[in-house]
């Protein structure tokens, strides 16, 4: 165990549904991130949330929002996937983002099929 | 466009032997390298960081750091089953965004 949990640990959805990927840490971390890791690919960031505020968004599509209410927790809604964004999504945690040693906790990522 | 490299294998090497996973990197800037270890259908885990230099050993496991090659390795000693898994390099610069290569496979066999 890391600190950081994900829920749910799968979820299969329609391209019309919406639904929500949460992520917490308990780590007490100032920092955290969203990634994506499809097959033979390298881990692609998405967002990154460092005292609550989003300082990356690496051009990610709008049908991927995310939230982060607190430094503790941190949200992704999807809403009209397309099967291409069938993906482990990971989310991650460190002490800051700005910080020169920043080591990343990973959490066990969300296993996301879209029909 | 930053980049990290890494064969991605399978490198397979006997019990009991050293395994050499290798990873370059293209941003001369990157100050902080780290080597994950991921299971197949699981998170990475952070195995080794290092910032500087040379060698850094932590039990079987040794990082080294060649800044001048822009080279970092990861070598595992007495290399046993359970280490099987694949292996993500990652090097960081003056965004501290970490920059993650695509990963080697590593099949340790009895």
Known sequence: ETGVTQTPRHLVMGMTNKKSLKCEQHLGHNAMYWYKQSAKKPLELMFVYNFKEQTENNSVPSRFSPECPNSSHLFLHLHTLQPEDSALYLCASSQDSVLAVNTQYFGPGTRLTVL | QKEVEQNSGPLSVPEGAIASLNCTYSDRG?????????????????????????????????????????????????????????????????????????????????
């Open chain 2, 30 to 110: 990157s100050q902080s390298f780290f080597w994950y270890r991921q299971y197949s259908g699981k998170s990475p885990e952070l195995i080794m960081s290092i910032y500087s230099n040379g060698d850094k050993e932590d039990g079987r496991f040794t990082a080294q750091l060649n800044k001048a090659s822009q080279y970092v390795s990861l070598l595992i000693r007495d290399s046993q089953p359970s280490d099987s898994a694949t292996y993500l390099c990652a090097a960081r610069g003056g965004s501290y965004i970490p920059t993650f290569g695509r990963g080697t496979s590593l099949i340790v066999h009895p």
